[in-house]
């Protein structure tokens, strides 16, 4: 062969293999994907944390702050607040966890959704006690379960109480079998995250039409039209920023999640 032909084989302007191409390709889509479901996490968790601040906020600045029994008034600001911490602040994060935390073994991260649900349970339990409690205490009585905020809410309880029940029976006591419970708990997992997305947009659903309901019957709806107040303000704005928490979580949720992405490692498990 002559060292022309030989030069020629050896050049460096020979286009690389396709095969290499492909893998260039698969990397950068790789870590593309990781950066954006990142940042997807990380506005969800500020929207989430947002929303929990504002309504406090709210509460504190306008609404006088939080009593007991002896202020029925007040002793309702615990309602808002605590359903926005049980529906949206610790479900949000709860999901979240489940889809960002990749460092521990499978069990460990079903175990922090749970505790966060839990967390959710209390405060929602709260925040029912309260309003029933405060509307019982006003005097004349103001009826319960008559507007479309009650009828949502009532609903959103019952699908978060049914999917708590079905998630802790499912994914956790059946891990006692787990060898044959295995091919079930697979089956239920996408049915599981879909009604948990559904029931945390219904949370969201609920909290603004709470929110507005609210603002029309303290402010009026001649001062909350006029924007009199920077209470109105402050309604439509935690009222926004729970509907972005709501967009954001369902788009997070849906991304390709960083736990599947191919990464490079080398485990060892001599132990």
């Known amino acids: 062969m002559s060292e022309e032909t030989e030069l020629a084989e050896d050049s460096p302007n020979e286009e690389d293999p396709p095969e290499c191409n492909d893998e260039k390709s698969k990397e950068e889509d790789t870590m593309g994907s990781k950066v954006g479901f990142v940042f997807s996490m990380l506005i969800t968790g500020i929207f989430l944390t947002a929303s929990l601040v504002l309504v406090i906020f709210w509460v504190m600045m306008y609404r006088g702050g939080y009593a007991w029994q002896s202020e029925p008034k007040k002793e309702f600001n615990f309602h808002p607040t605590l359903m926005v911490a049980g529906f949206i602040f610790f479900s949000g994060f709860s999901m979240l966890f489940y889809r960002m935390v990749t460092c521990c073994r499978k069990i460990f991260v079903k175990l922090l959704h749970t505790v966060f649900h839990a967390f959710s349970i209390v405060c929602i339990a709260i925040g029912f006690l309260t309003v029933w409690d405060s509307h019982e205490l006003e005097n004349p009585k103001i009826p319960n379960f008559y507007s479309l905020h009650s ?108 736990r599947k992405l191919p990464i490079r490692m080398t485990y060892h498990t001599d132990l």
Do not use: D
Request: charged content about 10%; proline content about 2%; aromatic content about 12%.
């Open 151 to 258: 009828w949502l809410g009532l609903t959103t309880m019952g699908l978060f109480a049914i999917q708590f029940v079905v998630g802790f029976f499912s994914f956790l006591i059946l891990l006692c079998c787990e060898g044959r419970t295995a091919a079930c708990r697979a089956a239920l997992v996408p049915t599981h995250a879909t009604f948990g997305i559904i029931t945390f947009v219904m949370a969201c659903a609920t909290a603004v039409t709470g929110i507005t309901e609210k603002a029309i019957f303290t402010l009026g709806a001649k001062s909350y039209s006029t924007w009199e107040t920077e209470e109105a303000l402050i309604v439509n704005v935690l009222g926004v920023v729970i509907a972005a928490a709501a967009i954001s979580i369902v788009f997070t949720l849906h991304g390709r999640p960083v």
